[in-house]
């Protein structure tokens, strides 16, 4: 929710693949160090503490400030994480999370001055 409207979607999805490499690498997440981390931009890190505080008070819980990742809960919601760009053109390109820096080695977004319009590069050895 917090970079939903701030971020394009390849933004969110270098989003979640930074946020799940952090947890992949990390046995203790620190959530003021995984902001830290993972927000480079001051707003963002701004919305993501209001969010919190938010998301407690609304759910009448604490978030930790410390707390261990569980591997088993980590693989499982990673399997959730698909993501779908949609364009404008009818075109869909879908993305999932085997391997978290494949999104940011394989893809590439960018603008065509000449035909006026913004494009996805994808590199890739062979189609499966």
């Known amino acids: 929710e ?12 270098d989003f979640l693949n930074q946020s799940v490499r952090y947890l992949e690498e ?3 997440v620190d ?3 995984f902001k830290n981390t993972i927000f480079g931009d001051e707003e963002l890190k701004e919305d993501f503490d209001a969010y919190k505080k938010s998301f407690e008070a609304n759910n009448n819980l604490e978030i930790k400030e410390k707390f261990e990742v569980s591997a088993v809960v980590l693989k499982k919601q990673k399997k959730k994480l698909k993501s779908l760009i949609q ?4 075109i869909k390109i879908k993305l999932d999370f085997q391997n978290t820096e494949s999104v940011d080695r ?4 960018g603008y065509d ?4 319009m913004q494009f ?3 590199y890739f050895n062979t189609e499966k």
């Open 87 to 90: 364009l404008d053109t009818g």
């Open 120 to 122: 996805y590069k994808v």
């Open 31 to 33: 959530v003021e160090e």
């Open 113 to 116: 001055m000449e035909r006026g």
């Open 26 to 28: 990390s046995e203790t």
């Open 2 to 13: 917090v970079v939903k409207e701030k971020l394009d979607k390849k933004g969110q999805i």
């Open 106 to 109: 394989f893809i590439h977004k």
